[in-house]
């Protein structure tokens, strides 16, 4: 029978720099494809693929055979190959989050990556190439983001959530550009003073962690690759992320092979989760 692994926070943060190295690497791939030649296919829950997405996907895949082949992994792309529940730890990626935004030729585009330890986002990075700019974190072990050009990798900053401003005064509400949601408006809707920022794919979830934004509030459906990097980020810089009634998020548990989360708040200041 094969052993199943548990990485902690020490054994992930010995991973965090190939890991970002990869990400980076496939990065590079989804810049390297001309949008204005680009064949676009649908995917059956309706979303676009384009070579970019496989591009990404097989880059992350072998980087990730050779780094750590024993952890298995959840690919968006990959969908049919994983076998869940996932009881251990197990790598969690969308190759190409924001395809919409990638089609369109905008630049709010990421590569996401996890690593999810019983069924919690522990580490990830979420890296947006056309930026240049991408966000990590270990959960308990703080946040970062970092610049890159290319494959040249800048010095990591550390990055903290920014508590609520107070009462009365402006705060940002980061909402989905291409997939906007009756509930998510009732719920800006309802809290005086928040001020939409539309923000394409888990870039919403960088600005969050860096405090530039307040909460990213979702009651649409996701799926899992969409948010546990962003998760672990977000966390790991001092926020929280949780369901849509605060409740707690679980990762690669379902047996249904389904991986919706149908809806969650991401929160720079957890003591808003009360507001
Ligand atoms: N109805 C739905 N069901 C599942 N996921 C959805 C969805 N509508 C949007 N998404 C997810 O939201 C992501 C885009 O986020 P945003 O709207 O914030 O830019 C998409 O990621 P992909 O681009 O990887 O497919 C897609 O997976
Ligand atoms: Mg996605």
Redesign the pocket.
């Known amino acids: 029978m094969q052993v199943k692994r548990i990485i902690d926070g020490a054994a992930a943060s010995h991973l965090m720099e190939p890991l970002t190295a990869l990400v980076v690497k496939a990065g590079e791939a989804i810049l390297a494809v001309n949008r204005a030649a680009m064949r676009v296919d649908g995917k059956q829950?309706g979303?676009?693929v384009t070579e970019a997405d496989l591009a990404a996907d097989r880059i992350i895949a072998d980087g990730l055979a050779q780094l750590a082949g024993d952890i298995p992994t959840l690919s968006?792309e990959r969908t049919q190959l994983a076998s869940p529940p996932f009881r251990a730890s197990f790598f969690l990626i969308?190759p190409?989050?924001?395809?919409?935004?990638f089609v369109a030729g905008r630049d709010?585009?990421t590569v996401n990556l996890a690593l999810v330890t019983s069924g919690v986002p522990l580490l990830g990075i979420v890296s947006a190439p056309a930026l240049g700019l991408l966000w990590r974190g270990i959960v308990g072990r703080g946040a970062e983001r970092v610049g890159f050009d290319g494959a040249t990798i800048g010095a990591a900053e550390p990055i903290h959530t920014r508590k609520l401003p107070p009462l009365g005064e402006p705060w940002i509400a980061a909402v989905?550009?291409?997939?906007g949601d009756p509930r998510t408006e009732a719920f800006i809707d309802h809290r005086p003073s928040a001020v939409r920022k539309a923000v394409?794919?888990a870039v919403?979830f960088g600005r969050i962690a860096e405090g530039s934004a307040d909460i990213y509030p979702r009651f649409?459906?996701?799926?899992e690759?969409?948010v546990g990097a962003g998760y672990a980020v977000v966390t790991a810089a001092g926020g929280s992320v949780t369901d849509g009634k605060g409740g707690a998020l679980r990762f690669g548990e379902r047996h249904d092979g389904g991986f919706?989360i149908p809806e969650f708040i991401a929160w720079g200041d957890p003591q808003a989760a009360r507001l």
């Not at 190409?96 to 935004?101: A, F």
């Not at 989905?176 to 997939?179: A, G, I, P, V, Y």
């Not at 649409?220 to 799926?223: E, I, M, Q, R, W």
């Open positions: 829950d979303s676009p968006e969308d190409l989050d924001g395809t919409k935004e709010e585009f989905s550009r291409s997939h394409g794919s919403k649409g459906p996701t799926c690759w969409d919706i």
